[in-house]
């Protein structure tokens, strides 16, 4: 707030004020008569007729700047501000789009945004000030302010009626997109019923107690002569509210339990369902389906590799993974040594970069000399040779004892199949084995009422019987509809595009797609997510719509 | 600020021969104080700043959700590097999470709720003359600022910010490679964490040792105001649980920087290879993590109740409903808040059975709370209720403990929370019943005390506007947000234009922005109230509110040592407020009575005239007055 404008502005309501009172004739009749139809006005009226007054003044401000100001001649380096064609408000109904192409008239849209702001500083403005003018009219007519006790208890109610009201729309409106629809998995079903169940009662209380607590606010607001009731407790009545909540807890958590035993515990001993490994990594899923033998082959971070992304223990891979394992250790061992001599070239490239005036060239030279000088490359060589030893011993140590070795080597991963998208069998109980490569991931697939951490070193796993096709889902919510597999831990740069597409099938859709993917030995390449911001430049970024960077991520495939 | 005429106070101490005083210098008067009272205003007002801090990380991030394809030009000039174009990076985008969820939970609601209320109230309101060691006291706030310093400072380190999360989970918090905010950004944030624990330890073993052995003459237990006991029992949960959280962090220092394994195992990670980490679990941090982490809960939550218990009781002229029934579901809300932390790991793939016993005993709090609601709302009926800005905050709490509360019922439930973990659903859940909560308690205790900490009055009126605003704003940012996460949308998504399917909630999220920024603004106004009417407000009377507590019996202006004179002794519970046998509605706790008993019990008849068309049930005439509202009769 600025000061001097504040002081100002007081002056001139002062000056206003006093000459008013004092000189003009016509103008004291004027107050007069304007007081008087004032104070004939009882308190709401007042408020209202205050609140409107200001209400208006901020429209009237807000519209004239929004009005004047061309938003397009308010470019900032790299911002043009052409692209809104979506609407700042309005019902869910209106699907989002990505902005396509720049419409001319669009500029409206972007006004009303920054005229959003202006209202807001404004508002502050005129908050300020008017408490401001208030308080100094009601010092110098004498006359007392708002009572704001009464205020307050009518916002109270308003508060009240609003928010139910506003509830109740949100229940309508953004209800029915709750749980996504119906579950599309067996022990969804029960889920949802106990959600609903939970919905309703804690519906029922949260009304009832934000009726009471505003109601109450609201009626026993502060009077003249009133004296509240000295009531200090009631021991019948506390025991009562313990007493309910308690019984309804119970029943919930009764019902909780029984509802959670349903999705642990579907499948204990693990005979009933097929098993799928789903295997995660920065960022991207993987699901591994059996074969033919029905068996999952044993897989290890160990032997995890640039043909062998998911480690399977498929001894010919393993074998050159420990080949270029030595041959990497060798590299970094003659990096190692030759590091004063780098050191020197560094310089002298650094020389030559100063003298062509490269500063780009020079920084990032710099750069790796400091490195160099500070010791950190020589660390990070040793860490990594320390690393890679380690890792071929403990390789090593798994082909020298038969018995370990046997338990490794099964040959049953040869028939596995690596896939990238994950193909399920309605009416099927499918047990995932979650592995994870680096990080704690998460798999949530919603529409199933399905989750599980993907914690590195911690088999974990999750059972579930899918009980709709995509046909089917496709059916009830468009035909643009895929069932997807989201990261719902927090895992890295690119988590919020790390998802997978997950189809629901007949036995023998599911075969025929099988059939079509290329077995375990050759693993194809995982998805890689790269964020959508690193794929292209500024100058395009707000002209791509986020269909364009779907279609270049496909190309980069 | 009231210390000018410190002097004069002086002359007047002396005069009464208690103490030897010397004039302090500015240093020792006003940077390192040994004196409760400045010591609390140091925390109000660093609270105030790191609060203003991780609202406008929320206000930028909350621009990238609402506008995920377009870009800001001013985004650029704030950010550089990493608002390239005008839009923010995703690495970038974390680290505001990561750091407006540390900063709210840790150095606001921890630090600047319960660090400075405890400060001020403790010794005020139990009649002491200071800390049991001030000399410690001033040690949590310089460990706590230098906390800050350091986690502030992370923002000037080229890789940026810790950015998994405010949990920082390992493996990606421990592994320097896994994201470029798991760099020097995560070893700052581990330090700052450090640090800021152990000014939560000096300060909570203060705050303890205060409560238990320092009160007045006639101050026993059942005589201590609500806000009292939730200090206590705060400074207790912290005392217990933050330890935990250091050998957890500790372990995670480790493993960053000396290679050991406590929560690495069975690793490779891109452009590394195979770590050669083994044996460790990364559930074992969640457990240690959340052993502190649910007690911090109600470490932010408990002292923003006792705070309403004596805000909404001086404000509707009423005692309490139910004194002992607050301070026994503290206690068990206390106690019960140990051993609920699974409840945040239904999903980790631990062993169901452990998931159904954490399901049990997180149900079984929401007992206590829900006493606790309903003796507020007994406490307001038949009231005779004073809208201070403080009453509303209070108000405003009580709703929003509602609110949050019962979306508890379903995240504490495993079954349920296995769709639910990690949705929007959390994200609104514990924004209301936490964030939003704890934050009205903070500004109810701030309208509510300022006089007493700065001898002004605030402005009424802006704080009522300041309320309303924010109050709005809150339901509008944070409601909608609850049907986002049933409709599966995950929590900490950078970017929702990737997913086809969030795209109906783009409006939403457009809207939760502006609200965002309507309370933003609304900020401003309390940010003008609060630092113009330290120096220009009304000046405050001795008992503004008519309150009944001991501290507003303590001169206006501070003087060392609080009370010239002896300790005035007590004689009453604290909310004696309009007992039928006195003309005033309040009966300050230090005033000499009739040598009454700690309980009055209002005489039968005087209880029959309120409750006289309606027989003699109580049950009977609360549930009455609330059919009242529909058959509009006069209660």
Redesign the interface.
Known sequence: ?NCSKLQQCRKIVIFFLQFIKNNNKFAHDLKKTISSFYSRMNTITKNIFKLALVAGIIFFAASLISKSVDIHQL?????SAE??E???????E??????KEVAANDAVATRVKWS??LF??I??MV??NA?DI??LTAKLTGKQ?IN??N???W??LI?LVV?LS??AW?YAV??K????GNASSEHGAI?DS??NI?LI??TI??VI?????????F?????DG?????????N???V???II??IV?TL??LR??Q???????ADVDGTKSTNIEIFA??FGWNARYAGDDGILGVA???F?SGKNKL?LAYEPEVDSLVVELKAAILSDQQALDNLPKTLESLKADWQAAKDMQDQEAMSSIKKEIEEINCGDRKDDLNA?I???T??LERIASIKKDPAVYATYFTKAEEDDIVTQELHLVKNKLVTFK?RS????H?A?L??F?????V???????FTFMPTKTTKEAKAENGP?FEY?L????????????M?MKVVIESQEEVDAWLKTQQPAFKPMPAVIAV???YLK???T??K???KN??KKKLALR | MSTETLTATHTHQDEHAHHEHHEPSFIRKYVFSTDHKMISKQFLITGIIMGCLGMLMSLLFRIQLAWP??????L??LLGKWA????I???YY?ALVTIHGTIMVFYVLTAGLSGTFSNLLIPLQVGARDMASPFMNMLSYWFFFASSVVLLSSFAVETGPAS??WTV?P??SA?QK???GSGLGTTLWLVAIILFIVSALLGGINYIVTVLNMRTKGMSMNRLPLTIWAFLLTACLGLLSFPVLLGAGLFLIFDRSFGTSFY???????G?????N?G????MYQHLFWFLGHPEVYIILLPALGITSEVIATN??????????MVISLLSIAVLSFIVWGHHMF???MN?FL??VF??VT??I??PS??K??????T????????TPAM?FA?GL??FF??GG??G??LG????D??L???YFVVAHFHLVMGSAAIFGMFSGIYHWFPKMFGRMM????G??HF?LT??SA?MVF??MH??G???V?R??????????F??????N??IT?SA??GG?AQ??FL?NFFRSIFKGKPATQNPWESNTLEWSAPIKHLHGNWPGDIPAVYRGP?E????DRDL?YFPQHEVGNGEPV????PAE??KT?ASDNKDS??KV?FS??AH?FLLKK?
């Open positions: 707030m470019k900032v380096d790299g911002y692209t809104i979506k609407p700042l408000f309005g019902t869910d209106i699907v989002y789009e990505a902005p959003l702001l807001v500083i508002l502050i908050i300020a408490f208030s308080a302010a704001s006790n205020v307050n208890k916002i109270m508060f928010g506003a509830t949100e953004h209800g997109h709750a749980l996504l889920y106990m959600f939970t009662l804690t209380v949260f107690t934000q009726i009471l607590l505003f109601y109450f606010s009626r026993y607001a502060k009077k009133q004296k509240a009731l000295y009531y200090a407790h009631n019948r009545l506390e009562f509210w313990t909540p308690a807890l919930l958590v909780g339990h509802t959670w035993r349903s999705i642990v515990y990594f920065q290890d971070y160990k995890i480690g990594s320390k690393r890679k380690k890792q979650f490569r680096d990080i704690i998460s949530w919603p529409h009422r399905a989750q599980m951490n914690v590195p070193g911690m088999p974990t796993r643009d997807y989201y990261c719902n831990k927090i895992c890295g740069t690119s988590h919020y595009n998802k964020p959508a911001v430049d500024s100058a970024m707000t791509d719509s986020s960077i779907t | 394809d377009e870009s800001f030009g001013f650029e000039s390239k174009g005008g839009k990076d995703p690495n974390m998994s999360g989970y493996p990606l592994l896994a994201m470029p690495l195992s069975d690793i490779y990670l891109n590394i290879g195979a770590m050669t083994s460790g679990s990364p559930i509707a002229r009423k005692p309490i409903f139910g004194y002992s029934a999903i980790t793939g169901p998931g159904t399901m049990y149900l079984i929401a007992v829900a006493v609601t309903f003796n507020y709302l007994a307001l009926w038949k009231g005779n209720i004073r809208f509303m108000i009580v709703s509602i609110s019962l979306t019922i379903y439930n495993a079954a349920l296995v769709q973990h990690d949705s402005n009424n009126t802006l009522s506007i309303w109050f709005a339901y409601f909608p049907f986002m049933l409709a599966g995950p900490r998504y950078y970017q929702f234009s990737l997913i086809p399917e795209g109906i909630w783009m409006n939403v457009i809207f502006v920024f309507l603004a401003l106004l003008y909310h407020y309009s007992r039928p509605d309980h009055y019990e209002a005087t209880q309120y109580a049950t609360f007055s609330f509202l209660a």
